[in-house]
């Protein structure tokens, strides 16, 4: 079955910071994983995926995730904490079949301290 | 391209009135979905379109929710009754693919006093 885990709910990091966010995954079928982001008042956009190629993906703003499948892990790194970091951050899993939809986590909150 | 449009981005109505949201996905995508958004509850799924067609609507939470989606191009949520409890922001996402990335609209907030 499909699932994700996100480790944290809310996460603190002082500006400068590493930011480093988890996640582990569960899945039946080889997984596309991903990324996305939730700023205050907005809907998620995505940050990063990835879909079977290299396993370091970077994404947007910075942010990069590795693919970890001994760990069925990918976990979200930024080097360098921005304030304009602070928001919801979700793991996702792609569904079992290929109509079925992602199963998203339930999501960490970043906050960032100046 | 505009991106998934969704209509009302608030609404504020009184218990036991009719509800209806509005979503436009991005145009050429063969999914559609809904989602419910609450600190409660975390990002719920309610319902799925492929092609226009309900796929799976295990998530809408009662009968008093109902969606719809008569064209490729618009859907709509519909609650009634509302209640004091659906109050939520209400997402809109389409993708290409049932299992590929989804793209989010801005929501609409519902509050239902």
């Known amino acids: 079955a499909q699932s994700v885990t996100q480790l944290g709910s809310h996460v603190s990091v002082s500006e400068g910071a590493l930011v480093l966010l988890r996640c582990n995954y569960s899945?039946?079928?080889?997984?596309?994983l991903f990324w996305y982001v939730q700023y205050p008042n907005q809907g998620l956009q995505l940050l990063l995926k990835?879909?079977?190629?290299?396993?370091l993906v970077k994404g947007i703003n910075g942010f990069e995730a590795e693919f970890k499948k001994s760990e069925t892990s990918f976990h979200l790194t930024k080097p360098s904490a921005h304030m304009s970091d602070a928001a919801e951050y979700f793991c996702?899993?792609?569904?079992?079949?290929?109509?079925?939809?992602?199963?998203f986590g339930k999501g960490t909150r970043l906050s960032v301290i100046a | 391209d505009a991106g998934v449009i969704q209509s009302p981005r608030h609404e504020v109505t009184e218990m036991g009135q009719e509800v209806t949201l509005r979503c436009k996905p991005i145009?050429?995508?063969?999914?559609l979905f809904w989602y419910r958004q609450t600190m409660m509850r975390g990002l719920e799924l309610l319902i799925y379109?492929?092609?226009?067609?309900?796929?799976?609507d295990s998530g809408m939470p009662e009968d008093r929710f109902s969606a719809k989606m008569p064209n490729a191009s618009f859907s709509t949520l519909k609650i009634q009754p509302s209640e004091p409890r659906d109050s939520a922001v209400y997402f809109c996402?389409?993708?290409?693919?049932?299992?590929?990335?989804?793209?989010f609209g801005p929501g609409t907030r519902l509050t239902v006093t």
């Open positions: 996702a899993v792609r569904g079992a079949s290929g109509n079925t939809p992602l199963v």
């Open positions: 145009s050429g995508h063969d999914y």
């Open positions: 899945s039946s079928v080889p997984p596309y």
């Open positions: 996402a389409s993708s290409l693919s049932g299992a590929g990335e989804q793209y």
């Open positions: 990835y879909t079977s190629a290299a396993t």
């Open positions: 379109f492929n092609n226009n067609v309900p796929i799976d």
